[in-house]
């Protein structure tokens, strides 16, 4: 059992629509991936939820802004971003400052994203538990822990 769910936030959690540029909260138009809204109810049940991404537009309220526009932001404990940490995935200085704010041990965490390096070897690195989420099967070859539908993550 997990203590702490850490996901990613663009393409897994929220669209990250190319032509769109600022932050998400003020785009025309902001839609959740496949299935979060369901993945989130579960999992709240079970453990903390918190937002790790590298987004450079949004600071923490800007995100909490983009969140309620899909009514998902109730699930997080917490949001980590670049803006208020000054780190980007995958440096270990990153997933340091998480897990010491949290005041839990790694291998208690697990990470949830669609960047193989971002996302998953830099949580690795640091010895935090990782799921790639690839939805469109863009790392074909990926040995780890892969799932294409967040609601996967229901059995964990």
Same mark, same amino acid.
């Given at each position: 059992?997990?203590?702490?769910? *850490?996901?990613?936030?663009?393409?897994?959690?929220?669209?990250? %629509?190319?032509? /769109?540029?600022?932050? !998400?909260? $003020?785009? /025309?138009?902001?839609?959740? !991936?496949?299935?979060?809204? /369901?993945? *989130?109810?579960?999992?709240?049940?079970?453990?903390?939820?918190?937002? +790790?991404?590298? +987004? #450079?537009?949004?600071?923490? #309220? /800007?995100?909490?802004?983009?969140?309620?526009?899909?009514n998902i932001?109730?699930?997080?404990s917490?949001? %980590?971003? =670049?803006?208020?940490?000054?780190?980007?995935?995958?440096? $270990?200085? =990153?997933? +340091?400052? @998480?897990?010491? @704010? *949290?005041?839990?041990?790694?291998?208690?965490?697990? !990470?949830?994203?669609?960047? *193989?390096?971002?996302? @998953?070897i830099?949580?690795?690195?640091?010895?935090?538990?990782? @799921?790639? =989420?690839?939805?469109?099967?863009? =790392?074909?070859?990926?040995?780890?822990?892969? #799932?294409?539908?967040?609601?996967?993550?229901?059995?964990?």
């Amino acid at each position: 059992m997990y203590r702490a769910f *850490l996901f990613d936030w663009g393409d897994t959690l929220m669209r990250d %629509f190319p032509n /769109e540029t600022g932050p !998400m909260f $003020q785009w /025309e138009k902001v839609e959740t !991936m496949p299935n979060v809204l /369901e993945t *989130l109810e579960i999992l709240s049940l079970k453990s903390n939820i918190y937002l +790790a991404t590298n +987004a #450079i537009d949004s600071n923490k #309220i /800007e995100i909490i802004a983009a969140l309620k526009r899909v009514n998902i932001h109730k699930y997080f404990s917490d949001i %980590f971003c =670049y803006k208020d940490i000054g780190y980007k995935k995958p440096s $270990q200085e =990153y997933f +340091a400052r @998480i897990i010491s @704010i *949290l005041k839990v041990k790694p291998i208690e965490v697990v !990470m949830i994203g669609d960047n *193989l390096n971002n996302d @998953i070897i830099g949580s690795n690195k640091f010895g935090i538990n990782s @799921i790639l =989420y690839d939805l469109g099967n863009k =790392y074909p070859d990926y040995k780890g822990k892969k #799932i294409k539908d967040l609601l996967e993550l229901a059995t964990l």
